[in-house]
């Protein structure tokens, strides 16, 4: 009795074992991770270019022919430094007639001075005493005319002598005064040295137009001038890039304006130098959008001197972190379930609890393309299912799946300029998030 027993409880048994083993079949299969401490980074990449602080063209303010041009492209400029020299023999010309026009009025203005006004005194003393003479004879052909010894026409030859006499006189006062540090002569040759010694400065200023000289420390950029050419104004010759901090451009789509701001740290590299890379940080944001772009233009300061690659315009990738978390919670987005809005903070996952998969309230923090930081509702360890469609409560088999998320590492992580797209009309900013472990 007691064996048929224990044969019937081990029946049993195999029965039930057989039953969950069979149930356990029947469960579905769900992928699965398990929850770690992570490091969470988001970040935007998008193409920049290099820029100076301010960029000049150089041309002509006269036309003339060019002599000679002393600079080549790329050249480095010294403030002052000759660029382009013109023909200035016509001009040199002009400077030497005002140059003798001045000495010319110099030596008559001596002579106003010194000889004119010793005639004028002398010419002065003269009329003085012919007139004196002149009234001395009037008054003698008075009294003989009254003693009746002369006619009296002798008389209006006397008077007519007298008015002469006093208008040379008056005449030779006037020619006096004129000759006087504030008469008229004077002051009429004055006025001519003046103008002669304006014409002198502006020989000397269309002279000095002759030589196209460097505004400031600079490096050639372009140049667009031979000697032989006949330059006018108007025309750029030579573009300079000024000496000043090296910046970095570029135009970013505006949907990616909330995450950027002053002081953010930055990754540089060019496509022919990968293995060069460099640091940069966000100097400024534009107040204004781009109407037609719908971009905004983000300006970088380098963290060090520029490489000496670096060209005028040149076209660069630039890897912008936007936020940084250390050691938190992450998941991957392909979790979430049942989320309020792409950008909610409340959200459920399916997670693993004794054998059944069970709903989940997660709160969310930082988000990147591909993961998400868990505030609350996950911890270290949680089992979360990936794939699948199991109902809450519903017993699941697992399958543990490594969840490596994606890191941006070494210089290469950065796109092409050429491979990505560099319209901002187009995709604007490409949006490249890491989580690292």
Do not use: C, H, Y
């Amino acid at each position: 009795m007691k064996r048929r027993w224990l044969w019937i409880a081990g029946v049993t048994a195999a029965l039930a074992v057989a039953a969950l083993a069979g149930l356990s079949l029947r469960s579905p299969q769900v992928q699965a991770i398990e929850m770690q401490a992570a490091s969470l980074v988001r970040s935007l990449q998008f193409s920049a270019r290099v820029a100076t602080l301010s960029r000049v063209d150089v041309g002509s303010t006269i036309t003339a022919r060019v002599v000679e041009v002393r600079v080549k492209e790329g050249a480095v400029l010294r403030q002052g430094d000759v660029l382009v020299q013109l023909e200035p023999d016509e001009l040199r010309a002009a400077l030497t007639q005002a140059q003798a026009s001045v000495k010319l009025i110099e030596a008559r203005m001596a002579g106003l001075r010194s000889t004119g006004r010793t005639a004028a005194r002398a010419a002065v003393m003269q009329t003085e005493a012919t007139l004196r003479t002149a009234q001395t004879e009037l008054l003698r052909t008075q009294q003989l005319v009254a003693q009746g010894f002369v006619s009296a026409s002798r008389l209006d030859e006397a008077q007519r002598a007298v008015d002469v006499a006093r208008a040379q006189q008056s005449s030779a006062q006037a020619q006096s005064l004129a000759n006087a540090e504030a008469g008229t002569d004077i002051v009429q040759a004055q006025a001519q040295l003046d103008q002669a010694r304006a014409a002198i400065t502006a020989a000397q200023a269309k002279l000095a137009q002759t030589q196209l000289v460097a505004p400031a420390d600079a490096r050639v950029l372009t140049r667009e001038v031979e000697p032989g050419q006949i330059v006018q104004p108007g025309k750029a010759l030579l573009s300079l890039a000024l000496a000043g901090p090296t910046q970095l451009v570029a135009q970013v789509d505006e949907r990616f304006l909330a995450q950027l701001r002053t002081g953010q740290t930055a990754s540089v590299v060019a496509d022919a130098f990968a293995d060069q890379r460099f640091g940069a940080q966000v100097l400024s944001i534009a107040p204004a959008v781009d109407a037609q772009r719908g971009a905004v233009e983000v300006k970088f300061s380098l963290d060090a001197e520029p490489p000496t690659f670096l060209r005028e315009d040149m076209t660069l990738s630039v890897e912008v972190v936007t936020a940084r978390r250390e050691r938190v919670v992450a998941l991957p987005l392909s979790a979430l379930r049942n989320q309020a809005g792409s950008t909610g903070t409340d959200a459920s996952v399916l997670v693993l609890d004794d054998g059944r998969a069970q709903v989940r309230r997660v709160r969310l923090g930082l988000r990147t393309l591909d993961a998400a930081e868990v505030l609350d509702g996950l911890a270290p360890g949680d089992i979360v299912l990936l794939g699948g469609t199991p109902k809450p409560d519903q017993r699941v088999r697992v399958k543990m799946q490594a969840w490596q998320p994606s890191v941006s590492t070494g210089p290469g992580a950065l796109a092409a300029p050429a491979a990505r797209a560099s319209s901002v009309g187009a995709v604007g900013a490409v949006m490249a998030d890491t989580v690292g472990r």
